[in-house]
């Protein structure tokens, strides 16, 4: 699974970092410069930044067709920085989570968050206006077929027939990529 970790923070927060000495800050990047570290060499780190002050942020607010943008800083609960990891459960990004050294000078909050809609089969289960992903290990089209080619509403047939996964349509004994996945079905729901 892949999980999106957030470093929480807020305008208070926000202030105490700024108001951090040079060398304070070097010290609290260093440990978590060795925590990132262990990380990469678990393979669990797929990514990580921080994220600079709110001030330097904006916002766009959607009130139905109106857009309406706001500049920073911001109030409330602020995010400072993610990490992207992949990992087999949440307990394991909770253990992950557990051994990381504060990322602030004063208590605070690391949010954990899975990636993606619930699964079913070789289909995420989001809206199908959202994007669709192959699974790693796709055994049936039926899923896929269903997700690219609805169109209205409607479910095209040809393409709900489940097929022997995407090496029956390429004639190869490789995987095809995302994107060859992404074409060899969208063909399919065009003929």
């Not at 047939?157 to 490789?174: I, Q």
């Amino acid at each position: 699974m892949k999980f999106m970790i957030l470093v929480k923070s807020n305008p208070d927060l926000e202030a105490r970092l700024a108001a951090m000495s040079d060398s304070q800050m070097k010290e609290q990047m260093a440990a978590m410069g060795v925590f990132n570290e262990e990380l990469k060499k678990a393979g669990v780190m797929k990514d990580c930044d921080g994220l600079r002050p709110s001030r330097e942020g904006k916002r766009v607010r959607f009130d139905g067709n109106t857009r309406t943008v706001v500049d920073g800083p911001f109030t409330g609960d602020l995010v400072a920085g993610y990490w992207l990891w992949e990992l087999p459960s949440v307990e394991a990004a909770v253990a992950w989570v557990k051994r990381c050294p504060n990322p602030m000078p004063v208590p605070s909050e690391i949010e954990i968050r899975p990636i993606g809609w619930p699964r079913t089969g070789a289909v995420s289960a989001r809206p199908d206006a959202m994007r669709c992903r192959v699974s790693e290990d796709v055994r049936s089209m039926e899923g896929l077929g269903a997700c690219f080619s609805k169109r209205a509403g409607e479910q095209n047939p040809a393409v709900m027939r489940p097929v022997r996964g995407l090496r029956a349509l390429t004639g190869t004994k490789t995987r095809p990529t995302h994107d060859r996945a992404r074409s060899l079905i969208l063909n399919r729901t065009r003929g």
